[in-house]
């Protein structure tokens, strides 16, 4: 029988496979570094300095994709550069999201004082300007790994917090919950078990954008020195790097960049991929 | 006289009306139940009629202690559950189950129809009380892996009826459960509630705004209008002789299958 | 006596796929008549209607058939002439009076806004008829009722609006999807009657779209029966209460609740009736050979 709504069946394939393919990749680069990076990332040899990748005239073998304008092999800066990009995006997601969505559930559905204490909260944790918030963050903690992710974390929270608030408390008004209420499950359990697999897919969702918005902050973060100290390299660092010597060694600048965009894209495809696959209200 | 399962002494309930909160201060108060009294009989059907705003489905709410009144007194089996606490009333919400309106909001999107009918009991899909729940609503076991995006109105509606008598409730409160269907599965879903109330000793209230179902159904019909009963009384003398006029106007507003009567 | 809707052979089905929603759907509608369409959910009633408004879902696709309105096919006809036939001639009575308001206009302007923008009316002509449809339909102080949002008025009244909305513009045909679903008992014999009486004042054809016969015994003039897709009976309302002619219709017939009548039982549709009927179903496909 003809239902009003029509389910457009979606290819969920492609996009769930092409996105974790890549990030599978960049995942074992950072895992594996030492094993495959053909060259040591920091080890500089001016007389190698600004070699075209292997495909144009005038390079070198053994040096893929090239070198900058101190000799260090592009292919493995990148490589190595992959372990920052995954340990961001890892750390400062995974924690924005607990924080920010533990906090929007409770908010959401247990409403009265929680939730006013948790909207006043985040109303004014957003007043403050988020750039200027990390900048500030970081002179005072030292440049490092650690206060990037912090900073991220401090700054994104209340993304989360507001969104899934919101599912929240959508999902509350439904007659399931009340269903609960009368079979006498504890509030908690009810918002354990019922409302929080209903409220995954936003969950799920933000959280893979927000993986690949970690990626770009770090990049971002490096690209004015605020980021890691200066020896490990990083994407945004090498792009910093790479703009100044753009009409020369291009490279240097595009293929982190490359490596950057596909990183975030695939961040946000996955996130769409795995809703396809796994949510049951799709199939 | 069967002994009463559920007793209503001048049931009150005032909401306050947001729509007219002043700047400053509190909200005034809007009575939405305007003290109700009547008794449910031990395994009898009651017919709660009433038209959008009269307090039909509040009252419903408040019978499950979904709402707390604010005034008047609620008895269940001899004990006055009016202001107990979520934590007391716990161990009574086995034997007070409700079935919801729309199926479609009433069933957890993202459950099975098993886990659903499951939940409630602390059980797993696979309890063999899921199974027989699902018998006795004419569902077969295979729909116990369905989600309920894949299965009809009429069958959701079975569903919300098996997860309400797999407790083994004394009391069922049906609110508006056939509002949405059409009339071969309304048949259905009627059919299968009057062999349930025989088989399984069942009490149930049966919230419309359709009397046209309550007939066939319900022993004794209470007709609501603005918050208040304007009528209790046997389905029969309701029918054949309504004393109150907005009962008469209810029965006049059915549409009979009668083309000599034009509108 | 000429219809001002004829409907001929029309079919179709969910695209890419083979399975046909609508199953060479015929019937007519004289000027100023009333054809009920009944059938339960899926059947395929509200679908006939969208096809004629020409809002069919992108989803289903017409294979076959002819959709004449006044004589003029609407599937022959290019989008621009489909879409200024059918904004001239036609009109809607949605079923949800709720979602089919826009919460954030004022109802003055949503009555007057079709006059307007689609018939090329000017303002003070539109805001006269809306004032006098607005009182057509016994709504009490027109001029204030226009200027309020569609969230100060009751289910019932939102409704009325609709139904002087799609008036207004004295279409000959009006499509009506379950008007009256959404609405309390009382309402909705209030609102059947004020349908009623403002098709018979203004002599539209209405295309009465329900799963409730008893609606269709007060309003309509002839009915149609659906079942997945195809028309089982077409037939004057008094013929198919007193004897309907296919058994599917007879059950649907048994299976509606008679509250005059204490002894009636309610009998879904027999598991036999629905074989029978999907039979029917089955050979009509099978010889079914779409023309050009």
């Given at each position: 029988m003809l239902d009003g709504r029509m389910a457009t069946r979606r290819r969920a394939g492609a996009r769930l496979w092409l996105s974790a393919a890549w990030l599978l990749v960049v995942a074992l680069a950072a895992l594996l570094a030492p094993l495959i990076a053909?060259?040591?990332?920091l080890a500089q040899d001016l007389l190698l300095g600004r070699l075209p990748p292997?495909?144009?005239?005038g390079s070198e073998p053994g040096y893929l994709l090239g070198t900058d304008s101190l000799g260090r092999d592009v292919l493995s800066r990148m490589i190595y550069g992959a372990r920052v990009a995954l340990v961001v995006a890892l750390a400062a997601g995974v924690a924005t999201c607990l924080i920010g969505s533990a906090l929007g559930l409770a908010a959401g559905f247990y409403r009265g004082w929680t939730d006013r204490i948790v909207g006043r909260l985040v109303d004014i944790w957003m007043a403050f300007p988020p750039v200027l918030f990390a900048i500030l963050l970081i002179a005072v903690l030292g440049a490092s790994l650690s206060s990037v992710v912090l900073a991220i974390i401090v700054i994104d929270w209340t993304r989360f917090c507001r969104v899934v608030r919101a599912e929240t408390l959508n999902q509350s008004q439904m007659d399931y919950v009340n269903s609960a209420r009368v079979a006498g499950f504890t509030r908690l359990r009810t918002l354990l078990t019922e409302i929080l697999p209903n409220v995954m897919p936003v969950i799920v969702a933000l959280l893979t954008l927000e993986m690949g918005i970690a990626v770009i902050v770090e990049a971002i973060l490096s690209f004015v020195n605020l980021?890691?100290?200066?020896d490990a390299p990083t994407w945004g660092g090498m792009i910093a790097e790479g703009r100044i010597a753009i009409y020369q060694s291009w490279w240097v600048l595009a293929f982190p960049l490359v490596a950057l965009f596909l990183t975030v894209l695939s961040f946000a495809q996955l996130g769409e991929g795995l809703r396809d696959r796994f949510d049951p209200v799709l199939r | 006289m069967a002994e009463a399962i559920f007793s209503i002494e001048d049931l009150q309930i005032e909401v306050p009306d947001m729509a007219r909160k002043?700047?400053?201060g509190p909200a005034p108060r809007r009575e939405i139940l305007k003290g109700l009294s009547f008794e449910i009989a031990r395994g009898s059907v009651l017919g709660i009629v009433g038209g959008s705003g009269s307090g039909k489905t509040t009252l419903g709410r408040a019978l499950l202690r979904l709402m707390e009144p604010t005034g008047g007194r609620i008895v269940f089996d001899g004990q006055d559950?009016?202001?107990?606490s979520d934590e007391r009333l716990r161990p009574l919400r086995r034997r007070i189950q409700m079935i919801f309106q729309d199926p479609m909001s009433s069933l957890?999107?993202?459950?099975?129809v098993g886990r659903i009918v499951a939940a409630p009991l602390g059980a797993?899909?696979?309890?063999?009380r899921i199974a027989e729940a699902l018998d006795q609503v004419g569902?077969?076991?295979?729909?116990?892996?369905?989600?309920?995006?894949?299965?009809?109105g009429g069958q959701r509606q079975r569903v919300g009826i098996a997860r309400a008598i797999a407790m083994r409730p004394d009391f069922i409160l049906a609110d508006?459960?056939?509002?949405?269907?059409?009339v071969s599965s309304q048949a259905q879903v009627l059919n299968l509630l009057e062999r349930l109330v025989a088989e399984l000793g069942l009490t149930l209230a049966f919230i419309s705004h359709d009397l046209s179902v309550i007939r066939r159904l319900c022993g004794r019909v209470i007709v609501m209008q603005a918050g208040a009963i304007v009528e209790d009384a046997p389905t029969a003398t309701l029918f054949d002789s309504p004393a109150h006029p907005y009962t008469r106007e209810l029965l006049d507003a059915i549409p009979t299958p009668d083309p000599s009567v034009r509108w | 006596m000429s219809a001002f809707l004829e409907i001929r052979d029309l079919s179709a089905r969910l695209?890419?796929?083979?399975?046909?929603?609508?199953?060479s759907v015929s019937l007519q509608v004289p000027p100023g008549t009333v054809r009920g369409l009944v059938g339960e959910?899926?059947?395929?009633k509200s679908m006939i209607g969208k096809a004629v408004l020409g809002?069919?879902?992108?989803?289903v696709e017409i294979v076959e058939g002819e959709i004449l309105l006044e004589g003029d096919d609407l599937l022959k006809a290019s989008p621009a002439t489909r879409r200024r036939l059918i904004g001239a001639k036609t009109a809607l009575v949605p079923q949800d009076p709720l979602t089919a308001l826009?919460?954030?206009?004022r109802i003055g302007r949503q009555v007057t806004d079709r006059l307007v923008?689609?018939?090329?009316?000017?303002k003070a002509r539109a805001t006269t008829r809306a004032l006098e449809m607005l009182a057509e339909v016994r709504i009490q102080e027109p001029e204030r009722v226009m200027r309020l949002?569609?969230?100060?008025?009751?289910g019932g009244m939102r409704q009325r609006v609709l139904i002087a909305a799609a008036f207004a513009a004295e279409p000959k045909l009006i499509v009506a999807d379950?008007?009256?679903?959404?609405?309390?008992v009382t309402v909705q014999k209030q609102t059947l009657r004020l349908i009623s009486e403002l098709q018979a004042r203004h002599g539209t054809a209405l295309l009465f779209v329900t799963h409730d016969l008893g609606v269709v015994a007060k309003i309509c003039d002839r009915l149609s029966v659906l079942y997945a897709g195809k028309v089982v009976e077409d037939t004057s309302v008094e013929k198919f209460f007193a004897t309907p002619a296919h058994p599917y219709s007879a059950a649907l017939l048994a299976a509606t609740p008679r509250h005059?009548?204490?002894?009636?039982s309610l009998r879904p549709v027999p598991a036999a009736v629905l074989d029978a009927v999907g039979d029917e179903i089955a050979a009509a496909d099978a010889a079914w050979r779409p023309h050009g």
């Open positions: 053909p060259h040591d990332p292997v495909f144009i005239a980021s890691v100290s200066t | 002043p700047l400053f559950i009016t202001h107990l957890n999107p993202r459950l099975t797993r899909s696979s309890d063999p569902l077969s076991r295979a729909f116990a892996g369905r989600y309920p995006h894949e299965i009809s508006e459960i056939v509002s949405g269907l059409d | 695209r890419g796929t083979r399975e046909r929603v609508l199953r959910s899926g059947a395929g809002v069919l879902p992108r989803a826009n919460p954030s206009r923008d689609i018939l090329g009316w000017d949002y569609p969230h100060e008025l009751s379950e008007p009256t679903t959404a609405l309390d005059t009548d204490p002894t009636s």
